[in-house]
């Protein structure tokens, strides 16, 4: 079973908005650290954004200012609103969860993932 599940992706044409959700399935209830992550053909994985138990979030500097990441104390959920976006937006996106409360910026920091959501932004 995997852990988390994303939902939100699909197809977009530039400066578009989508949003992005990511849920635990094995703790629904349990707020932990949370981070997303894209890869896009032929390239490796890459942060985008993160969100500390205590409301801190983190952003790549290529996401800043377009991209806002939130979630409720009270539930695992975590979104990922993307504004403006850009072809060089399109990725598979990735939900992290962090068995801890401070956000990381490295994949190796995260111990749960979801399978993935494509989102393409066309120009």
């Known amino acids: 079973q995997v852990p988390l599940e994303e939902s939100g992706g699909g197809l977009v044409q530039a400066g578009g908005s989508l949003r992005l959700s990511c849920e635990s399935v094995?703790?629904?209830?349990?707020?932990?650290?949370m981070g997303w992550f894209r890869q896009a053909p032929g390239k490796e994985r890459q942060f985008v954004a993160a969100?500390?138990?205590?409301?801190?979030?983190y952003y790549a500097d290529s996401v800043q200012g377009r991209f806002i990441i939130s979630g409720l104390n009270t539930t695992s959920t975590v979104y990922l609103q993307m504004n403006n976006l850009r072809p060089e937006d399109t990725a598979v996106y990735y939900c992290?969860?962090?068995?801890?409360?401070?956000?990381?910026?490295?994949?190796?920091?995260?111990?749960?993932w979801g399978q993935g959501i494509q989102v393409t932004v066309s120009a």
């Open positions: 992290a969860e962090k068995w801890g409360a401070v956000a990381g910026v490295r994949s190796s920091d995260y111990d749960d």
């Open positions: 094995t703790r629904p209830f349990i707020r932990n650290a």
């Open positions: 969100l500390s138990k205590n409301g801190v979030a």
